[in-house]
């Protein structure tokens, strides 16, 4: 690795893989074990990036309901969800191709870091991350400004050395809380007007486009 290049973080739901069948039905377990109503398809694909925390709170209030919620959605995730996902087209050339290139690579995600394992193990390009940072059961690491945090301690690295790269506005606004530079891109959950207003200068509408913009 050049000492130019930075090392890469990427996001997991939305940047690397299609989750929206697991999350959303694990979602909607949770709140029908718990005999609530369950938002409309639409609106649960905008959970998808903020944490399980985050989006319950508004929705149930109560902050022990939230943590049944919580360990609801975890349990069937953990059970079958994790596996409901798909691999966006390009990925897995564009991981080729930076690993090649000498990037190193982490991944850093609101998913909880015990699933997000499994799941990353279970990919042909898993192996091409040098570590994965999400959620801790306990709610210690939940928003992405955190993860990113815990990331930039596990490496050593000062946010300078490193680029966020995710779908969500929460991925550019935890980088730039850190002062470390964003990249969105726009083949998950969020918009690109999403992405302007967090502060992303560079956005990639097709994994091919990445590498021109990291060299940029």
């Known amino acids: 690795m050049s000492a130019q290049q930075p090392v890469l973080f990427f996001d997991l739901d939305g940047t690397l893989i299609d989750s929206s069948v697991g999350i959303t039905r694990s979602i909607a377990y949770a709140l029908e074990t718990m005999r609530h109503p369950v938002p409309d398809p639409q609106a649960l694909r905008g959970w998808i990036g903020p944490a399980l925390r985050t989006s319950f709170q508004p929705l149930l209030g109560d902050e022990d309901k939230v943590e049944q919620a919580v360990a609801l ?15 966006y087209d390009g990925i897995a050339e564009l991981l080729d191709g930076l690993r090649a290139a000498g990037y190193r690579m982490a991944v850093v995600t609101a998913k909880n870091e015990n699933n997000a394992r499994k799941i990353l193990e279970h990919l042909p390009f898993g192996a091409h991350f040098e570590d994965i940072v999400g959620c801790t059961d306990d709610g210690r690491l939940t928003h992405k400004v955190e993860l990113i945090g815990e990331a930039l301690g596990r490496f050593g690295l000062t946010p300078a050395q490193c680029v966020m790269i995710g779908d969500r506005r929460m991925d550019i606004e935890g980088a730039a809380q850190h002062g470390m530079a964003g990249v969105g891109v726009l083949w998950g959950f969020g918009s690109e007007q999403e992405l302007r207003q967090a502060g992303a200068q560079r956005i990639a509408t097709a994994p091919a ?8």
Do not use: D, F, K, N
């Open 209 to 216: 486009q990445l590498p021109e913009l990291l060299a940029a």
């Open 73 to 87: 959605y975890l349990e069937r995730y953990g059970r079958e969800g994790w596996t409901e996902h798909s691999v």
